[in-house]
């Protein structure tokens, strides 16, 4: 079933479902203007009390779960007699960028940041820099000192980011289950009784997400504990990663799927692209057909360029590519690299061989067998190494751009 899931399903793309009652919206809307507007402000003393109060603090936790309330944001808790006290690890889905605000209310907790902060601001936004820019291997190390040290559990979200959960679950991170600790899943679902406005959709800024929160008469967190899982001896890490994803998938009544947090960027670019192509075509069809004899646009001599380096390269994949890019370089480089589903021109090739019989057919066979190991169905082993990835794609660059240097010479003959 898992298997004949789109991607699409697992996200919303509209604020507004087909099923809202919108009369009783614009009724509300005065009401609902105001109470953004109180509640902003009641909303940073909230903030002030979080930041000063200790974390384990029980006048910290009521006082909290009293002001959130007054903000909206009620959490109702689940199978209360599975929660251990004792478990160092919280693995939850994601479904808002406030699902980390919910759990905090009823289970403090440490969330690692996985952004490249300013310190000050990471203290503020209440995340521990556990030095996740500094690569996967020490923000293991830091989190399981943590584990060894504190009696504060980690909270991660391994989704790496937000899903409708009504659909399926993506395919988990697999650093929250490489500490050696127990993990105790935790489960959100988010509900709003009064007024159905989507809670986040797709390519969403965190600000207007919490203006809806605020908005909204309450919105409601189902917090549902699971049973602690644990690490069986002939586990490794990703096996283990997958089996908790089952059973949080099981709870929820949705499936595990293989899509990855990078699918959804994916998703969303070709959203945008999509939207800019749609728009684009509008806007040619209203200028007229004079537009149509202009000169070439800047962006059709990049399309050019990246063809004369990979001319076996269809155009339409290279403008896709480019569409999102804007760079040359890194569109060849994405083609390279096989991150682009291609299939080559072979017809470019026999045409070029039939108008240049004397080409080099050492370069030739070179320049398609270098194009086509782009395609994703076969692809090219890069070093794991950044300089060395680097160096590899200068040499194979250097390399087709002799290529398509030759072809040039071999047509045209030696520029004077």
């Known amino acids: 079933m898992a298997s004949e899931i789109t991607i699409d399903r697992l996200f919303d793309d509209k604020r507004f479902p087909a099923e809202l009652n919108w009369v009783f919206v614009v009724l509300y809307f005065p009401l609902g203007l105001m109470l953004t507007i109180v509640r902003f402000f009641i909303g940073i003393h909230v903030y002030t009390i979080a930041c000063f109060l200790p974390k384990v603090s029980l006048i910290r936790c009521f006082v909290l779960r009293v002001m959130c309330g007054v903000l909206g944001l009620i959490v109702v808790q689940h199978d209360l007699n599975r929660e251990s006290s004792g478990s160092p690890v ?16 009823v289970r403090p907790n440490v969330m690692p940041s996985v952004w490249d902060l300013p310190n000050i601001l990471i203290w503020l936004l209440g995340y521990r820099d556990m030095g996740a820019k500094h690569g996967r291997e020490t923000l293991i190390q830091n989190a ?18 937000t899903t409708n959960g009504k659909i399926g679950l993506l395919k988990f991170s697999v650093w929250p289950f490489s500490l050696d600790q127990p993990v105790q899943p935790v489960t959100v679902r988010i509900n709003r009784p009064l007024i159905g406005v989507t809670s986040s959709v797709t390519n969403s800024k965190w600000w207007n997400d919490l203006f809806w929160f605020l908005f909204v008469p309450f919105s409601v967190f189902h917090i549902r504990y699971l049973p602690v899982m644990t690490q069986n001896e002939d586990e490794t890490p990703q096996e283990f990663a997958k089996r908790v994803q089952v059973a949080m998938a099981d709870s929820l009544g949705i499936v595990p799927t293989a899509f990855t947090s990078i699918d959804k960027l994916e998703y969303i670019k070709r959203q945008l692209f999509e939207q800019q192509s749609s728009s684009g075509h509008t806007g040619h069809r209203s200028t007229g057909q004079s537009a149509a004899v202009s ?5 059709d001599l990049m399309i050019n360029q990246v063809k004369i380096v990979l001319p076996h390269v269809p155009v339409d994949v290279i403008r896709k590519d480019l569409a999102l890019t804007k760079d040359i370089d890194l569109t060849i480089t994405n083609i390279l690299e096989g991150r682009v589903t291609f299939t080559a021109e072979e017809s470019a090739v026999e045409a070029d061989r039939a108008s240049s019989p004397c080409f080099n057919s ?21 070093p794991k190494n950044p ?17 398509a240097r030759q072809r040039y010479i071999t047509k045209h003959g030696p520029s004077n």
């Open 387 to 403: 300089q060395d990835r680097q160096r590899t794609f200068e040499e194979r660059k250097k390399e087709l751009l002799d290529s």
């Open 90 to 105: 919280l693995v939850s889905n994601y479904t808002t960028p406030f699902d980390h605000v919910a759990v905090e209310l």
């Open 295 to 299: 000169q070439p646009s800047e962006f």
């Open 362 to 382: 050492v370069s030739r066979q070179s320049l398609v067998q270098s194009t086509q190991k782009s395609n994703v169905n076969s692809p090219v082993a890069f």
């Open 144 to 161: 399981s000192r943590h584990c060894r040290e504190s009696s504060v559990p980690l909270l991660a979200f391994p989704e790496g980011a």
